[in-house]
DNA sequence: ATTAAAATGTGACTAATCCTCACATTTGCA
DNA sequence: TGCAAATGTGAGGATTAGTCACATTTTAAT
């Protein structure tokens, strides 16, 4: 199992800057190129991005792009943390103050409207999260996250079950989590309406299991 | 980092074989070319695989590899087919006699574990299904798919509860096929352990979602 | 102010890889 | 047999990620 995991990734890691930018100079220069990838993503999806562009898009030379990002992952990889560090706390935020079923029944259904809208609004985001699968470094990375945003709402279910195996929350609420988007990328895929449908049959299955006794 | 032939494709369509073999010589090495592809999908994933390393292990030359394969998505689309072909059977025969409750139960859940099985087992399909996200025209094959698959569940409950919303039952068939598809990636890069248990867990959600009146 | 070191900037160039194409060879068949 | 269609070949075109030797600017210590 282990070993099958590790033959498949010739252990891909994402390379940290090259170079923090210490300067003022540089610091606008990499939020120039930041905001150009952004542009880019958005326009012509990840794949489609060229370096050469967004270097010549932030007014910058390929050289100096390099200099801050030692490969394209890695411009990716920083928008992708920067929104995840958004949504980890907007996703606290709503949970902290739950404290009984009706509460939670009502965070959890408000979370996932605001995350559904935010897949939609957002397509840096949607392209970042489709992309990532392909790209082990990545999906490292939205495993992190999706644990990290899982843990709140594991938090939520060990107050109300204080009975409940508390590994077994952890569990449930990795999955659950995961579920959700998955059921939002199919959502996104198969049109509003339907998809619309498919968010609301989610919530219902995941409170089921989130309330369960 | 992949997939050159997107920009050839802007409407991302995975072309057909520019030629189908149809002398006994070109079908014998054709079946070469996909088995090289495969061996060097498992050995190292799809992005890895060079069209060089898989005309080379074939022992035909890299122009008649392209003579059958117009780019390299067609080669790992072809490997997708067969899979997906094969996997219908399968569930089809599972669920074709199912009748009432009890047994709809016992027939998804063998499903469940067939699948899950599966997905530890062969490593071609598991980077191919992880792969196609990046690729839009390889994730509309895995949606048409799900699709398919999802229909053989909607025909049980149709029969179970003949008073439903169809539609709402075929909505409901694909999402919980595709949260299937979800928990087991997860399941597959959490490690075994959790991994078993995060199945349990999908597999209690879904029935008590299949089967609610 | 001087100056050395560190930080930053540049773009031609390299390497890797997908895919093409003009031409060679083999096969089916009238 | 002869010819058209099918099949086979691999050097080379084209694109793009990423490097590197060198130029310029900033920092900071004397």
Known sequence: ?????????????????????????????????????????????????????????????????????????????ALAERYTAESQACISAALADVSNAEGLSQAFSELVDIYYRLFLAEPVMRDIWSGTQADKALRQLELADSRANAEFLSAVLKRLRPAADPVALETTALLVWQMGEAAMRLAISVGRDEGDRLVAIYKRMALRELLAE
């Open 1 to 77: 199992m282990e070993d099958t995991a590790a033959r498949f990734s010739p252990q891909e890691q994402v390379a940290s800057p090259r170079r923090a930018p210490s300067q003022q100079r540089s610091r606008e220069r990499v939020g120039r190129m930041l905001a150009a990838a952004s542009t880019l993503i958005a326009e012509q999806g990840s794949d489609a991005m060229r370096m050469g562009e967004v270097a010549e898009r932030a007014g910058v030379s390929i050289g100096s792009l390099y200099q801050f990002f030692p490969d394209k992952r890695a411009i990716i990889w």
